[in-house]
């Protein structure tokens, strides 16, 4: 969408080739080795046909004995037949490359996407970018083959060809490249089209996708239903279907134009070449043999053509933007890190912090300063969107300020790999995930590392801390229940999910714990002991925890209170009832209620 | 804005729309996007603005009051919201059932809300286990009693809760 600094062709393949080469070097060089033999095999059976021609004519006049005639017959066959058995190899390997290149692509892209900055991923050009470089890396493999079949397959069987046709008249070579040309330049006209069609329906197909969730996804749909909301979405899903439609359509036409116009070129060039051979077999310049051989020879060749510019480059043409965000991706500025480890407990302090969204037309925090001192529990209240969670994830390091500093002892977080930020620090986040694994692993997963070291105890301890109590539904295989309903496994209750992703928070090893409305599915009871073993369990670690419940702030140590991304106080509890009224509003219409 | 809020009742116009966001306290949020209730809202395209949790609760709690059914349920409908606005939400159902004799269904955890309705329903594994107004209720040595004075202990006024 930025058409200034586009990528050249030549520019991609020089990237895509060592990346697709490096996923299995001996393969890459068996394979178009075996292509090259595949070459050569071709080039011979159209030289033993057009010796088989000869023979037969030469039979047929008298001068060629039966014998020989066969044995150039048994030839041709036995050349064809290898022919045959090598493009099968080709093939098979061909296949199998092609599975290994496309996994070793999306690693690619999946590394690439983990070592990003996390806020790249609030903005909708990045998803987009994201969006297509998932379908370009399934055609890296497919671009660096077709350049690798020309290169070993195509221009040796054309160059030897067009000395075949040479030899018979000079005129025949030049014809065919005057139809070769103009095919290749409407392909990359072609190509050009595409990539255009696909910057602009990405967003349609996002959304068709995110319409699709809304009617089917499990975790859409019920609510959906009990709105009425399908015909409203059925009737988005089809706007952004015939949007796309509409663009595809229109992309489609002039494309088919083009090709019309060099398929047009294309056999004229045929027909101009049956012309000449023609006058030339009246004008007995070469014999009924090499007519037919020849013959042969255009229609193999017209079929190779057709072969490599219409299917292939054509493929190819239409995936070649997709390939080009895919580089574009890989190209995304990458934070550079220090490499510096940060032992034991640290202050966390922050100097003059603000942070605004990409895109959004305010900041979501703005000059906050403040010391947390190790082993101090901090808890952070204000109104919805008052910069709670954002300050969270700057304080974990997932975001960086805009302004101002953070500081990890005396070290600034932004000179931390992101691995070390996030090394000492565990949390449970407000919008925790539901991930579909067994429930030994949706709580190891905080701290993969550890878990082959680590006993099932270790993992029902940090469940039973969290107030994970597995019934014997849930529990059926112990640990190894898979808790999935999309799988075939047992499904729990939002409350049930929140303290599994507790324990999870738990299992982790950390210096600083952040807990984001950590109990908001919780029943009072089961609410009541999880604040209580979350202050026998925290010991020396720092914590900070956001809530709207705030009797559970009297268990921090100090409270900040945040409205409109901006400090407004902090302090003790006691203390913020003497002084802030804002404060005291907020408890009040709380505690009023409970009196 | 506008369309989170149509997808549950088409027929709302501008002015309904306006009153449902001050309702939900949203109507400062729609003052500062750039299209106002016309901004795309997640991520899906440029220009789109995104909600913290909390506010995208207090618009799915605008989306069903815009409804107009005589029948709300609503389930942990303040999880995600602070003090003021749970609050605020409470008075607003209760002036919705008065005004349009809506009955609403309050499915919570926090005992605060459970106080300000009709009648009270408690459940434990998956049956009625009490039922009545939170005074009956907590008159007498009632599980729901014990719930409310568990959450009640950490709002004690000057008193740091006691195991």
Partial sequence: ?595 | MREELQLGNADLADPEIAALLEQTGLAQKVGSLPLGADTPLGKLEPGSADLSEGQWQRLALARSFGRQAKLLVLDEPAAALDALAESRICSTIRDIGARRCTTTLYVTHRLAAARSADEIIVMKDGRIIEQGTHAALLAGDSYYAQMFNTQRKWYLRRQVAEA
Wanted: charged letters at 20%; glycine letters at 6%.
């Fill in chain 1, 1 to 595: 969408m930025s058409p200034a600094k586009e990528e050249g062709f030549v520019q991609i393949a020089r990237k895509a080739l060592p990346l697709v080469f490096r996923v299995s070097p001996v393969l890459f060089v068996l394979e178009y080795a075996v292509t090259v033999l595949d070459a050569l095999l071709l080039v011979l059976t159209t030289v033993a046909l057009r010796d088989f021609f000869e023979h037969v004519s030469g039979l047929a006049a008298g001068s060629v004995s039966f014998d020989s005639t066969l044995t150039s017959l048994l030839l041709f066959a036995l050349l064809k037949v290898a022919d045959e058995a090598i493009d099968g190899v080709a093939n098979f390997v061909g296949e199998y490359y092609a599975g290994r290149s496309n996994q070793a692509m999306m690693n690619e892209l999946n590394l690439k996407a983990d070592r990003l900055d996390t806020v790249v991923f609030e903005d909708p050009e990045i998803l987009n970018q994201l969006d297509q470089a998932y379908r370009g890396a399934l055609n890296v493999r497919s671009l660096v083959h077709v350049l690798m079949d020309i290169a070993c397959l195509y221009i040796p069987y054309f160059v030897f060809m067009g000395l075949f046709l040479w030899r018979a008249e000079p005129m025949l070579p030049f014809i065919l490249l005057l139809v070769f040309v103009p095919v290749l330049a409407s392909h990359f006209l072609r190509s050009r089209y595409y990539t255009r069609l696909d910057d602009r329906t990405v967003i349609l197909r996002r959304k068709e996708e995110h319409y699709k969730d809304c009617l089917t996804a499990r975790a859409f749909f019920k609510e959906t239903r009990a709105l009425g909301a399908s015909a409203f979405f059925l009737s988005r899903y089809s706007q952004a279907f015939k949007r796309a439609q509409k663009l595809r359509y229109r992309t489609e036409l002039k494309s088919q134009g083009v090709a019309i116009a060099a398929n047009a070129l294309t056999l004229a060039g045929y027909a101009s070449i049956l012309g000449v051979l023609v006058s030339l077999l009246l004008r007995g310049r070469i014999t009924i043999g090499s007519f037919s051989a020849i013959l042969a020879a255009t229609l193999e060749m017209f079929a190779m053509m057709t072969e490599i510019l219409d299917n292939r480059l054509g493929e190819l043409s239409a995936s070649l933007g997709q390939i080009r965000r895919y580089f574009k991706f890989l190209d995304l500025p990458e934070q550079e890190y220090g490499e510096i480890h940060v032992g034991g407990p640290k202050d966390i302090v922050l100097e003059g912090v603000s942070f605004t969204y990409p895109g959004a037309a305010r900041p979501a925090l703005s000059g906050v300063s403040l010391h947390i001192a190790a082993g101090e529990t901090l808890a952070v209240v204000g109104e919805n969107g008052s910069g709670k969670t954002t300050l969270a994830k700057l304080i974990l390091g997932l975001y960086r300020p805009d302004q101002g500093r953070i500081l990890l002892g005396d070290v600034p977080l932004g000179e931390l790999a992101s691995g070390s930020a996030y090394k000492n620090a565990s949390c449970v986040f407000q919008d925790f995930q539901r991930y579909q694994l067994s429930l030994r692993d949706n709580v190891a997963i905080s701290d993969f590392a550890r878990l082959s070291a680590s006993s099932d105890a270790e993992i029902q301890g940090a469940m039973a801390a969290a107030g994970f109590r597995a019934n014997a539904r849930q529990m059926a295989q112990g640990l190894d229940t898979l808790i999935s309903k999309e799988f075939g496994g047992t499904d729990l209750s939002r409350g049930e999910w929140q303290r599994l992703s507790i324990a999870r928070a738990y299992y982790r090893s950390h210096q600083l714990i952040v807990l984001d409305e950590p109990t908001a599915a919780i029943d009072p009871f089961e609410e009541d002991r999880i604040y209580r073993d979350f202050m026998e369990l925290k010991k020396d670690h720092t914590a900070v925890i956001i809530t709207h419940r705030l009797g559970a702030v009297r268990l921090a140590d100090r409270v900040l209170v945040l409205r409109e991304g901006r400090m407004v106080a902090i302090g003790t509890h006691d203390r913020l009832l003497d002084e802030s009224q804002y404060y005291r509003g907020l408890w009040t219409a709380q505690s009023r209620y409970l009196q």
